[in-house]
């Protein structure tokens, strides 16, 4: 069986999540190899325990991953894995990249590869007319240099980026978090339709996935991930945009943002992302232009020194605000389920997710199938 279909294979064991697969390709340099590995041979495996260990022989023993390929692909015939060259260059840079990602639309190489430049445009669902103004205003001009256009097919911002680009006949791609094949919201189902006819719809999840809340964060980082930029337009304090900006900061990206007045609700997020080092996007256009030229070119790309994960050295736990400590602490590398974590620090299922979605990007957290977090050791 192909590579890509063992990294499919793994993301179907209960216990073993994105950074696992990466540290097994990486020690048994192959993911078949790893996946006919003795229970010795895995132990030796960083961060891979006993009980790990058991778990994963026993689900293996009654999984045959050539007769599951046949029958994913079967529902899902479109998706990429790290084995594959079409896979997203910029997503491997991440350090919790999705070991599938599905998509629908047209394939454009040059994007995949970085050649081709995508910028990721968010904010609020519910914008005022001047966030829906800037956001058309800076969509059609990035299309129209060329630039595609990233964004979550939610309802407000993302809704007028992917449509103002699509008016002027650029390309755009929706990061969806439910599968390529549901529109969410449903009254974005023809602009759906208009994305994949005219770009792509990509998602981590398969086919029949239905909307998830805690979905969506996790969606954000392939918004950030893919893209060597990202615009704020409006956002609240309480955003989901936030949590991409503050990604592509992770990732190293740059982040712009859309100044407001200092008493408008939709603007108090932006100016917080201003005050913590954001830049502002300059009211002339052409000045941001330049700016985004300025970024220096990718390398010419290297599949393979791509999905050769390098080793990383033993890192301190950076310090960390009262509740993520709270959260990290309470912990352990045995997997546990998402609503016992609520039940066991009584916390709301937003914040809770929003944190465990900051301690997966220091890879200090890592999510399992069935919304299941382990500490990583």
Known sequence: MEERGYWLAWTQINGVGSVSIQRLQQHFQGLEIAWKATANELIKVDGFGKQTVEKIIQQRSQFNPEEFLEQ?????PYFWTPADAEYPRLLLEIPTFPPVLYYRGIV???????????????????????GCRWTRKISMTLARRG?????????????EAHRSCL????????VLGTGVDIAYPKENRQLCERVMNQ??????YPAGTKPNPRHFPQRNRIIAGLSRATFVMEAPQKSGALITADIANEFCRDVYVLPGRLDDENSLGCLKLI????TMIPVDLEELLEQLGAMPPLDEPQQLSLFEIPS?????????????????QSMSSEPTGFDQIIVNLNLEAGNLSAALLQLELL?????????????ID
């Open 72 to 76: 994913h692909i079967a529902k899902n």
């Open 108 to 130: 454009e190489t040059q994007e995949n590869q970085g050649i081709i430049p995508m910028v990721a445009i968010v904010g609020t669902r519910t914008p005022t007319e001047y």
């Open 147 to 159: 630039f595609t256009i990233v964004s979550g097919m939610a309802t407000g911002i993302d809704t």
């Open 167 to 174: 008016e002027v006949g650029g390309r755009t791609i929706a």
């Open 199 to 204: 770009g792509l719809l990509i998602s981590e």
């Open 275 to 278: 005050n913590g080092g954001a």
């Open 312 to 328: 990383k050295p033993n890192k301190s736990i950076p310090d960390l605000d009262p509740e993520l400590n709270q959260i990290l």
């Open 363 to 375: 890879e200090l957290v890592e999510q399992l199938p069935g919304m299941r977090y382990r500490r």
